[in-house]
T-cell receptor
Framework: DTGVSQNPRHKITKRGQNVTFRCDPI?????LYWYRQTLGQGPEFLTY????????KSRLLSDRFSAERPKGSFSTLEIQRTEQGDSAMYLC?????????????FGPGTRLTVL | SQQGEEDPQALSIQEGENATMNCSYK?????LQWYRQNSGRGLVHLIL?????REKHSGRLRVTLDTSKKSSSLLITASRAADTASYFC????????????FGRGTSLIVHP
């Protein structure tokens, strides 16, 4: 399967714990995005990378959130001191930079539940 | 904040009928995309229409774009039970980094 993969698919944690998610994009894609989606809402942009550079971060991304893409391939999203409000589906997408109009390929998501 | 807003929020139809959903947005855009999301396959890109295009077709899908009204519509013809999903429009703002901003979606149920 050459699509976007995310691990783990589900994560249950207690409030205050740290969690880390991983995303493996499609190999030739140079852009990687993180989104968060809650029930009944569309995906909300968190941050994106072009190669290893983190180019944009949403105001939704508080200081407790950090994302990395160290070698321009896979990416990790860490949430420190989780809160119940962090419970959501975390989606990763990748794309290849080109002219305007970039199709994103999404992974299956990591569902986080904070107890 | 959500740039696009889909209408209706929910739509229930019989198999074989057409389904139309609309998207309105607030700022000038470079392009608009429609995505489908169901529990089995996650978010899947359906079609992209650029700001200088007015209509686009892909199989049973027809998308229109009216930049003067800042709105788009997605028509699914001869719907099937497998079309049951949530449909989202995503807009990329002009002069921006082309990051799609999603609406809240339309939940479509097609009854067999």
């Amino acid at each position: 399967d050459t699509g976007v993969s995310q691990n783990p698919r589900h994560k249950i944690t207690k409030r205050g714990q740290n969690v880390t998610f991983r995303c493996d994009p499609i190999s030739e894609h140079n852009r990687l995005y993180w989104y968060r989606q809650t029930l009944g809402q569309g995906p909300e942009f968190l941050t994106y990378f072009q190669n290893e550079a983190q180019l944009e971060k949403s105001r939704l991304l508080s200081d407790r959130f950090s994302a990395e893409r160290p070698k321009g391939s896979f990416s990790t999203l860490e949430i420190q001191r989780t809160e119940q409000g962090d419970s959501a589906m975390y989606l990763c997408a990748s794309s290849f930079e080109g002219l305007a109009g970039i199709e994103q390929f999404f992974g299956p998501g990591t569902r986080l539940t904070v107890l | 904040s959500q740039q696009g807003e889909e209408d209706p929020q929910a739509l229930s139809i019989q198999e074989g009928e057409n389904a139309t959903m609309n998207c309105s947005y607030k700022t000038s855009i470079n392009n608009l995309q429609w995505y489908r999301q169901n529990s089995g396959r996650g978010l899947v890109h359906l079609i992209l229409i650029r700001s200088n295009e007015r209509e686009k077709h892909s199989g049973r899908l027809r998308v229109t774009l009216d930049t003067s009204k800042k709105s788009s519509s997605l028509l699914i013809t001869a719907s099937r039970a497998a079309d049951t999903a949530s449909y989202f429009c995503a807009t990329a703002r002009s002069g921006g980094s082309y990051i799609p901003t999603f609406g809240r979606g339309t939940s479509l149920i097609v009854h067999p």
